[in-house]
């Protein structure tokens, strides 16, 4: 039985010996499937590996702290008192430095003190602390705990020392696995020290046990209960992340659209072999088991290339994506790889889960076939004229799931649902449609030539349905992804303009430096007006939320859009008697003009009815902006978080020289409307520099499918182009016959995909947008980018032809003439 | 050796059923030829297919060599196809990815019954022997169906089946082969079972039968 099978697998295997390039046409599509899911997971995994690092460093997700009412740093008084309570707090002081790398690159980085002794023992850092030399890391120098891929990324090995672009030298450095990536770990002193906070903490890390029941504070402790927001990373990214491996699993659909095209002609090609087999006494279970045998292999082939590559792919993409988190959410991501071999096997079974699915398909539509059909050399096509009205009446079906789904779809899930119901509806439509638009050309042809191109154009279209299927997809992703990030870059760019209404912003450190500023920025005759602005970190509903408070300035009513509002909102505000509130606050907790948002302060409840709502893209948190003088009531003792200026525009160098004279300001500290324009757009920019990496490959992926049908139809196209050239046709004639025929089916493919590009564009905007990050944007039409897209497309698919084309150019006429010998 | 009992055959088409064979008995006994005539669509292919076990008669019996076919599920009629008997098509039907010495090889392979001596004897008597290392496609219409006929032979089966060998080739090159066949089918103390529309070469065979309809209506045995 194995030494029959061994023969029956090497003789299907010795098919892809006598066709090379078909086979690694399927090899291709497996490995570019596989390839692009598995880089696009191993970004995922990668993130959520550094969240969960960082959420897990003291703590279960849900850590509890103390904190200041503004979350600023408070005196460290307040954990003597507390310890000498009896209360099990352990003191945090975190900052951001910038350290100088070797090659003179700065890179900022979060330094975070703590005290070993006392931390809560729940957290990943006891256990750490338990294997190292605590001592080394108590006493000076200290040590400087750091992850080893981060200081794999600054190029420093264990044992270095390095200099804060403050003047400091932080304790030599000591690779540990558990701390989180972009964060130093050191001694609370040393970290005092670094971060110029002598005798400042910004949170107190309270044992879990004690902290359960939330014990009120002693009275001369003004801090608030809340709970570390590294845990809320996992929230607020979930969205981000889902996008990405949509994208994923569209480019790995794609790729196995390659997959079974190649494994379907192949099929198609062996029609013979298998009767043969078949009738030489081979049962249909052993060329079963040898088929899915054989697939095993393309499997493990393909699918070890696609999981090596993906790891490439995402090794170039992790910065950028490590980047853009940072920008949008303040996450640290390690910019270098590390993966568990679980990734590596998920990768490989979802390579051959990905073959058996392609592929299987064939195989069991062959086997379903009476041995004796496989005799007939219209069997097949038969079939594949079957299975294109089946695909129809499917393809129907899903686009009405998708229209019911647009009405009943509540969540990201079924957003990404619609998605795919909309794509692979359209896609399984396709087959159909071009065949009654082809047979509506033949109907309109005149001549005996004419009416052959249609006529054969409609018989091409079984064997090359799936690749035209891949061209559509991968061309209406392009399209619609495309619309919504211009979209979002047209709105985002002006959005920017109107609300950075400001031309110098900065941050004081401390309520002292703010007073002293705001003093010397008075006596500067260039300083039209000033804006100081208090903020607290909160939660409305358990939904983390920024309030910030804005004194009375008509620059407000005038240059902050709002979507919609009450009359008189921004009077009302001044007055105490509402808040704006953020669109996707709003959206997200359902919240609508006129109702009310109860928030929780010191001095109790704090009830505000909702006045408006503005847009505030690329913020995952919430926000809401209430007057300064009701939130400084609120909670007493805020600190002003940040100042706006309003300066003559010819004095702002001055200005800014001034105060980094006089203040030491610097870095992210102090900063220019335009220089923050600059960082939100590079943001921006990073963000979506993986979707349109993602996108160019999907396109390059489906181009690669219609070269692979192209291929492996090409000894098929001879027999049919040979009783024309016996009827008097040149071959250099059949070749632009069949270069017309493949260019007016990508045309005609194309022109589809606008629509349907259009329709995922508005189901981006209008559904997963909405339902991902709480926004939604204006609708924009781009022309010009579909037109560019239908002209790449053309261009592949010219590319895609040449050389099946150029066969038939060359092609002599012996072999023409065995056509016949074939046929007769 | 091949026993064919009240056999009938039909199949669906749109205009309904179509009886192809109606009630058909034949025997063949051990080491003997036999040609099987008839106009197109009389179903002397369909009996030969039924015989092969490739399709399934809807009453009747074969059986070969003492072995029915009546009732057998897909995989035994599989071994039976492997083990007892052998087809040889008129496409030819090789594989067109091996060469031809694996193509000659084939059938025993399967079976379990590769013998080289007899391959190497069959490859020599087949004026293959310097044609081992092509492809099929680098092969004459004729060489072709030698590979064929080889391949049958290999295996060395009671019952030997051809659908039409010589169908493809000219008259020289369809007696060179026919020649050879009908040799070759006697060194292996196989019977043979063939189909053909051409009377000169059922002619070399033991006996001749006629269908028409789906019956026998001629027989040369008296």
Redesign the interface.
């Known amino acids: 039985m194995i ?2 099978l061994g ?2 697998l090497r ?1 299907l295997l ?2 892809w ?2 066709h090379p390039l078909q086979g690694v046409c399927l090899l291709v599509g497996l490995w570019l499937a596989t390839g692009l899911w598995t880089g696009v997971q191993a970004l995922n995994e990668q993130a959520r590996d550094s969240y969960d690092r960082a959420a897990g460093l003291f703590g279960e997700d849900n850590q509890s702290v103390l904190v200041s009412p503004g979350n600023q740093p408070f005196d460290q008084e307040y954990f003597v008192t507390l310890r000498r309570a009896g209360w099990p707090v352990s003191p945090v002081l975190q900052g951001s430095v910038t350290l100088n790398g070797p090659d003179g690159a700065a890179t900022r980085l979060r330094l975070t003190g703590i005290e070993p002794l006392s931390v809560p023992e729940q957290g990943s850092v006891v256990g750490t602390i338990q294997q190292v030399d605590l001592v080394g890391f108590l006493v000076p120098p200290g040590r400087t705990w750091i992850a080893p891929d981060t200081l794999a990324e600054l190029g420093l090995s264990s044992g270095d020392t390095a200099q804060l672009a403050n003047g400091h030298a932080l304790p030599p450095l000591q690779s540990l696995a558990a701390v989180p990536p972009g964060m130093l770990l050191v001694d609370i002193g040393v970290a005092q020290r670094m971060l110029d906070q002598s005798g400042r903490l910004s949170q107190l890390l309270v044992e879990g046990a004690f902290a359960a029941n939330q014990p009120p504070l002693p009275e001369q402790v003004a801090l608030r209960w809340d709970v570390r927001d590294e845990g809320d990373l996992q929230r607020l990214t979930d969205s981000f992340h889902m996008n990405l491996t949509a994208l994923g699993l569209l480019a790995f659909i794609v790729g196995l659209f390659i997959v079974h095209a190649a494994a379907g002609l192949a099929m198609e090609q062996r029609r ?2 298998l ?12 060329v079963v088991c040898a088929l899915l045998l054989e697939l095993l292999v393309l499997a493990l082939v393909g699918g070890s290339l696609g999981v090596l590559s993906g790891f490439a792919l995402a090794s170039l993409l992790v910065g950028d994506l490590a980047a853009s988190l940072r920008g949008l959410y303040g996450a640290q991501v390690a910019g270098q790889l590390v993966l568990d071999s679980q990734w590596w096997l998920t990768g490989l079974a979802m390579s051959l889960a990905g073959t058996l699915l392609a592929g299987g398909s064939s195989v069991l539509k062959a086997m379903r076939m ?3 059909a496989w ?1 007939r050399p219209q069997a097949w096509r038969d079939a594949q004229a079957r299975s294109i009205r089946r695909l129809a009446i499917m393809g129907v079906l899903l686009l009405l799931v998708a229209g019911i789904l647009i009405y009943v779809g509540e969540s990201l899930l079924t957003g990404f649902m619609l998605l795919g119901c909309l794509l692979l509806g359209a896609a399984w439509l396709l087959p159909l449609v071009l065949s009654l638009l082809l047979r509506g050309g033949r109907k309109l042809a005149r001549s005996p030539l004419g009416h052959w191109f249609w006529a054969d154009s409609q018989q091409q279209l079984s064997g090359l349905s799936l690749a035209l299927m891949a061209l559509l997809l991968a061309l209406a992703a392009n399209i619609g992804v495309g619309s919504m990030t211009e979209g979002f870059r047209l709105t985002f760019t002006s959005w920017l303009d109107q609300r950075l209404a400001a031309d110098l912003y900065l941050r004081p450190e401390s309520q002292a430096q703010a007073d002293s500023i705001e003093q010397w920025l008075s006596r500067q005759p260039s300083v039209q007006a000033q804006l100081p602005s208090w903020q607290v970190q909160s939660r409305v509903r358990d939904w983390p939320t920024e309030v910030s408070g804005v004194i009375d300035h008509p620059l407000y009513a005038r240059r902050w859009p709002l979507i919609e509002a009450v009359p008189g909102a921004w009077d009302q505000l001044a007055q105490g008697r509402g808040a704006v509130i953020s669109e996707q606050l709003a959206y997200r907790l359902d919240i609508e003009l006129g109702d009310a948002i109860e928030l929780e302060t010191p001095d109790g409840i704090w009830t505000l009815p909702v006045l408006g709502r503005y847009a505030d893209y690329g913020n995952p948190k919430g926000q809401l902006l209430v007057s300064a003088e009701q939130l400084n009531q609120r909670w007493p003792g805020l600190e002003v978080s940040s100042i706006g200026l309003l300066v003559d525009e010819a004095a702002i160098s001055d200005l800014v020289a001034g105060l980094q004279d006089n203040f030491e300001l610097g870095g992210f500290s102090l900063i220019d409307q335009a220089a923050l324009k600059r960082y939100s757009q590079q943001v921006f920019e990073q963000t979506f520099s993986a979707t349109a990496a993602l996108n160019t490959l999907t396109l390059g992926v489906a181009a690669v499918a219609l070269f692979t049908s192209l291929l492996s139809l090409a000894d098929a196209r001879l027999s049919q182009l040979a009783p024309l050239w016996a009827m008097g046709l040149r071959p250099s004639r059949l070749a632009w016959l069949s270069l017309a025929q493949m260019l007016m089916l990508a045309t005609l493919t194309c022109v589809l995909a606008i629509p349907v590009g259009l329709a995922l564009a508005w189901c981006l905007v209008e559904v997963v947008n909405v339902q991902a990050f709480g926004w939604r944007l204006p609708w924009h039409w781009f022309p010009f980018q579909w037109l560019t897209l239908a002209g790449f497309a053309l261009l592949a698919v010219l590319l895609a032809s040449i050389s099946p084309v150029w066969r038939i150019v060359r092609v002599g006429p012996t072999q023409l003439l065995r056509q016949f ?1 074939h046929n ?1 | 050796m091949l026993e064919v009992s009240t056999l009938t055959k039909s199949y669906q088409n749109p205009q309904g059923p179509l009886q192809v064979l109606n009630g058909v008995d034949l025997r063949l006994t051990a080491g003997h030829t036999l040609a099987l005539m008839g106009e197109s669509g009389s179903g002397k292919s369909t009996l030969l297919h039924l015989v092969a076990g490739l399709d399934q008669a809807d009453a009747g019996e074969i059986k070969v060599a003492g072995t029915s076919l009546t009732g057998l599920g897909e995989a035994a009629r599989a071994a039976y196809r492997r083990d007892r008997v052998a087809v040889i098509f008129q496409q030819f039907n090789l594989v067109p990815s091996l060469k031809v010495a694996d193509n000659l090889a084939f059938q025993a392979r399967l079976a379990g019954r590769e013998d080289t001596a007899w391959l190497a004897l069959l490859a020599e008597r087949l004026g293959l022997a310097s044609l081992l290392d092509r492809y099929p496609e680098q092969l004459s219409g004729g060489q072709q169906q030698r590979v064929a006929v080889g391949r049958a032979l290999a295996v060395r089966p009671p019952l030997i089946l051809a659908d039409e060998p010589t169908g493809n080739l000219d008259e020289h090159t369809a007696d060179e082969v026919m020649t050879l066949l009908l040799e070759l089918v006697r060194e292996a103390e196989s019977s043979l079972l063939m189909v053909t529309h051409s009377a000169r070469l059922a002619a070399r065979l033991d006996r001749q039968v006629t269908l028409s309809a789906g019956r026998i209506v001629g027989d040369s045995l008296p």
């Open positions: 030494e029959r023969w029956v003789t010795s098919h010996r006598r013979g072999l009767q043969t087999l078949r009738a030489c006494g081979t049962s249909l279970r052993l009476p041995v004796l005799a010998a007769a």
